[in-house]
């Protein structure tokens, strides 16, 4: 360890006095800062590389000149901002009269580690390599920001003009000829009409200048351009006026009034957004400098208003504004006689929906970029951390690769972290592969992977079948005939058309075999590829006789790859194992359970519950509670047709269903509509994410954009809401017996959303034991990349004679604090740590508080706003030998980065003009 050496303070009056002293500056001086207000960083360093002339220093500072011998100035500077050397600044840092010092003796007691000057030499040429290569890259990353801002302008300016409708366009009316600026033609039914001619434009009132006793006057909430930026509305921070009470009343802001800025920087006038919140217990007004805009009648959407107004319509404000010492004035006059598209009242709620639709989808881009570069300064203190302790590689790149460097040129990192050589059973990989081979050529006739999957257990069970009706011992016949021989004697379309009837006539059946066969078709309409996917099933091996411990891992290898083709929402679906498996570890379901997945997916919950009992099954268990793991112990219900037939096979060569059996495990309806016709002892379950939507009649289309969301309400549930995750929390409830335990994945917001969240919450944490929240790491949601996931594990619990809340105390694992997981990488998700401090085979109150692990007590939870339970485990102050590593943190990022390329993908797909008659092409 190493003292500063010589330090001096300042400041000095004069350049003479300073040199007299000896306390001018000189290029391989150190400053640092000794003093400042609240937020400043005190101890910050800085190196003088060079001066202009005479300089001195203030008495804010400290200057410290080191024996270059011993050590390099820039390593010091380095070495200064490591987490050990600000450690024992922040504890000697002193507040006093709203400011923040350390003394200089402070400052010169400091230690810092010492290497050899060689070495220190060659510690901060690589730190420097490194932090080169993080600019960079988060460059480019602030560059893509510019460019989603210049995305969502274009998008929404094309979208208020009419340029995305599909039509002839007319001319603007003579009405609006007057108008300095020639305004853009819109679409036949548009019209371009004045805003004064809509809606009612008035001036926010001056503030009142009488005593403050005035009994006429009451306090309200004066809105100024300040409180225009920002997701939300800053009421607690809003200032107070006094108005008289009848001129409170006609300026009271009401939900739908749109405000516009009418003076202030010029960057922010003509600004203009929507006022959504009645407050009945406060009056909030506009100030002078804002002006209220209120609809006359349905003519015109107000969000549109505001849409056009930030876009297009802005830039027709800011160039009528007046300017003057660099502030900007905007007349009442000019704001009635602006000119704005108003599209046929039918057509304005599609357009807004779409609209907001692309501008929400772009604001989830942005924020996943943000977090990215949020993380680069993480990044940049850990790559510090591992120069010093000597363990950041040198980055020796070759000269080719830094002459393209400087030219520009970025090289790219993997966005996903290679997997582990290791000794799998390869054999089931390549099964499995067999078994997909053929879908990349189908997918080209526009079969998904989900139909894909069908197509292949339907000849799958009738593979089985074949097999179990010509085994040796214990025959089964299940379908009163060889239905995969016939399919030997027929070809060409004559092979489509027996395949077809054959499917038709098995959906009639009952039981496990209707279940598999409802409704079911042959999406393969090309004898060719019908007779293909046919011999790649049946030349795989016997999938009953031969290694029978393989069929469900082929099978699961199988569906993973269905899971993996992210252009179709199949991996909604699929659920990752290694988070099914830590799940079922912690709930440990027994023989004596009765286990429910309302939302079954493709069944991999169920079947590793039944796995799971298999495994820890006691000898001497009867034979009818081991029978009833068949009949009905073991049960789920599916929305979605083609994936209730893979979990039904799924279940099927796991061992959790009969072939012979007359009702399947897996039934096909809406679970949220009606209340449980039974109860469970465990539920387990991954509900889709999103709304619940009504399509209107009229449309016929499932078009997201045109469809309304549908708030379920049912008699049994706490609060009636269209979002789906807090329905389906509030169905486990109702499917449980008092006792019985949950597990539920859901996304963040339902941990903090208000209305109808914050009221589930509440009932769940009074009515239930709400024990453990585990926090995923990104990359857990197959369906919605980006998507961050958690786990709510809790009990029903019977109500207290007090009526105090059944939970005690809320367990919140943080897996998210130092841990990167993708689907590649599950190994590095910190799940078998989650389920160590979970301690499933003990009493929670033996569960032992961590950096990553927190209690929190069901009064503080209830105390919170909202009730929100948006929590992380308190990391404190890590230890600086715990610091994650750089590349874990830079694997975070792209990730981060790679989902944010995906999204954009798909924009661009979706902003791709569509193909016309004189573009198309057949091929």
Known sequence: MADLGESREGPWASAAEAEAADHLIRPGDILMSRSGGPGARIGRAALVRQTTGPMTYPGTMVRVRVD???????????????????????????????????????????????????????????LAFWLSRVDEEEAAVRDTLRRVEDLRTLVIDHGVLGRTTIGLYAEPEDSTAAHRAPLPAVPVGWRWVALGELAEVVRGPMADSRRADDPH?????????????????????????????????????????????????????????????????RTYVPNHHVARVRMA?????????????????????????????????????????????????????????????????????????????????????????????????????????????????????????????????????????????????????????????????????????????????????????????ELALHEGTELVQYYGALLAELGERGGVVGRIFHKAQNRLRRPLHLQNLIRQVGEGFSWWDERPEWRAPVFDAFLARCAQDHRTAAGQYFTHRELIDAIVACCRPTVEDTIVDPAAGTGGFLVRSFEHIARHLLPGVPPVQRERLSHGAIRGTELVEATARLATMNLFLHGVERLDGNRAAIEVRDSLTVGPRRQATLVLADPPLGQRRWVPPSTGTPDLHGAEELALARPDFWAATSHQQLNFIQHVYTLLEIGGRAAVVVPDGVLFMKGAGERVRKQLLKQCDVHTLLRLPIGFSGGSLGVKLNVLFFEKAAARPDGSPATRHLWVYDARAGHTAVADSPESSGLDAFVAAY????????????????????????????????????????????????????????????????????????LAPPRDARTFRSG
Not at 103 to 121: F, G, I, N, S, Y
Not at 446 to 474: C, D, I, S
Not at 876 to 896: F, K, T
């Open 68 to 126: 270059e011998r011993l050590i390099d100035p820039e390593y010091l500077v380095l070495a200064w901002e490591s987490r050990a050397v600000r450690g024992q600044i922040e504890s000697s840092v002193r507040q006093g009269a709203g400011m923040h010092h350390i003394a200089a003796r402070d400052l010169e007691r400091v230690r810092l580690p010492l290497p050899p000057r060689c070495k220190q030499e060659r510690i901060k040429t690589s």
């Open 217 to 281: 006057e009451v306090e309200v909430g004066s809105l100024r351009p300040a409180d225009f930026r920002g997701e939300q509305w800053p009421h607690e921070r809003m200032p107070t006026v006094r108005l008289d009470a009848r001129k409170a009343e006609v300026n009271r802001l009401r939900p739908g009034d749109v405000l516009f800025v009418l003076s202030g920087q010029p960057d922010s006038l003509g600004f203009a957004r929507v006022w959504e919140q009645d407050s009945s217990h």
């Open 297 to 485: 009648g349905d003519a015109l959407h107000p969000r549109l208003l505001a849409l056009y107004a930030n876009g297009p319509g802005r830039r027709q404000l800011q160039g009528a504004a007046r300017s003057t010492a660099g502030l900007a004035s905007l007349g009442l006059d000019q704001l009635r006689q602006t000119p704005v598209p108003v599209p046929p009242l039918a057509e304005q709620g599609t357009l807004l929906a779409s609209l907001e639709a692309w501008s929400s989808e772009l604001t989830s881009v942005t924020a996943s970029a943000e977090e990215a570069l949020a993380m680069a300064d993480l990044l940049r203190d850990s790559c510090r951390e591992q120069a010093l302790a000597g363990r950041l590689p040198h980055g020796a790149a070759t000269s080719s690769e830094n002459d393209a460097r400087l030219k520009g040129a970025l090289t790219v990192p993997p966005t996903t972290p290679a997997r582990r050589s290791v000794n799998r059973p390869s054999e089931v990989e390549r099964r499995a592969e067999r078994l997909w081979s053929s879908f990349p050529l189908l997918s080209d006739d526009g079969l998904t992977a989900l139909e894909y999957g069908e197509q292949v257990t339907y000849l799958l069970f009738l593979k089985v079948a074949q097999e179990l009706r010509h085994r040796p011992l214990n025959r089964v016949d299940v379908l009163g005939r060889d239905a995969w021989d």
């Open 839 to 910: 301690r499933p085979r003990h009493p929670r109150d033996s569960r032992v508080a961590s950096r990553v692990f927190k209690p929190y007590s069901v009064d503080a939870l209830l105390a919170r706003p909202d009730v929100n339970l948006d929590l992380g485990a308190d990391l404190g102050e890590e230890e600086p030998g715990d610091a994650p590593e750089p590349h874990l943190i830079a694997q975070q990022i792209s990730q981060r980065l790679e989902d944010v390329w995906r999204r954009f993908a798909r924009l661009a797909k979706e």
